[in-house]
Every structure is written in C-alpha cells, then in structure tokens.
C-alpha cells in the first residue's frame, strides 16, 4: 500500500436535515442546523478548507428517501469530515435536481423555531419557524443522483450508508 492511501472520512449526522433555495444564479443547497454558533464553528473547522474542485455532493436514492452525502477533505487541516443524513423524498428535493446547472452554492443554514412575537408571515399569522442561510460559500461542481441498488461495494458512498445503517442498528 502506498502511503497515498486516503485517510477514513469521520461522518458527521448530527444535523436536522437539507434545504433547497432557487433564487440565486446557482442554486443554493445547505445542511441545516439549530444553532448558530455550532454550525459556524463547524464550517471553520472543516468546509472553509476544501477545495471547490474537490467537493463530492451525492444524492442517492432508496426508494421514498435519499441519502445527502458531502464531503472534501482538506490536505491542508488534515480534517476529513463529511456529511450524512437520510431525509424523506421532497418536492423541494425533485426541483432541485431537475433545475441544478452543473455547479451548486453549499452554505449552511440555521432553522429554529421563532420565539419573537412580533415576527409575523405576511398574512399576519405568527411566524412558526425561522430561516438563516449563512453567508459563507463554497461551490460544488462534482454533484451526482445515485440509485442505491446501483452504488459500487467500494464506493465512499456504499460505505457511508452501509456504516450509517449498521450504528442505526446496534442503536
């Protein structure tokens, strides 16, 4: 074995779930977190480093959910975190991959539930939750939809969900 060997990626699941926006010339896509300061500390650590080119964003389908996959890796800070999480099926979900255009903007977004009265939707009804994308960026190029019958059994993504599904088990 060669000393090139790529280092075990450390899957970080402790998120709440992904989130889609459209507006922007690239669609926006962000792991969403409840608290700010968790999420900031964690893109410093980790996302900040990699570079552009080398982001792996997977969307691998099983059947009525899929699995959002993303990871980098930094030769740099020596972190090699990743991100898993298995999320339902959306219409949220099926626009994006249709209306992606080869390249995605990766934030991070902060959903909480809004505490403030006078935050109010525009119908004037209490506003249930509140939304923060953050502002830091990184563009992803390498973004592909997988169907989990098809993954190869050497593939970071076969390996990922293999290891997520045998620690849900032993939970």
Not at 73 to 89: C, E, H, I
Not at 103 to 114: A, D, H, Q, T, W
Not at 124 to 130: A, L, N, V
Request: hydrophobic fraction near 35%; proline fraction near 4%; include cysteine.
């Amino acid at each position: 074995m060669s000393s090139n060997k790529p280092r075990a990626i450390t899957w970080f699941k402790d998120f709440m779930g992904v989130g889609y926006r459209y507006h922007d010339v690239y669609m926006n896509v962000f792991p969403l977190f409840q608290d700010k300061m968790p999420a900031f500390k964690l893109w410093n650590k980790s996302v900040d480093w990699w570079p552009d080119d080398q982001i792996k964003l997977r969307f691998v389908e099983d059947g009525d959910h899929y699995w959002f996959i993303l990871y980098g890796g930094s030769d740099y800070k020596k972190d090699n975190t990743g991100f898993v999480k298995k999320v339902p099926m959306s219409e949220n979900y099926q626009r994006f991959k249709v209306g992606y255009e080869k390249k995605v903007m990766l934030r991070f977004g902060i959903y909480k539930e809004n505490t403030n009265p006078k935050r109010k939707e525009r119908d004037g009804s209490m506003k249930k939750f509140d939304l923060e994308i953050l502002k830091k960026t990184k563009s992803v190029y390498d973004i592909a939809f997988l169907q989990l019958p098809e993954l190869a059994k050497d593939s970071v993504e076969w390996q990922c969900i293999t290891q997520q599904q045998e620690e849900n088990s032993s939970q």
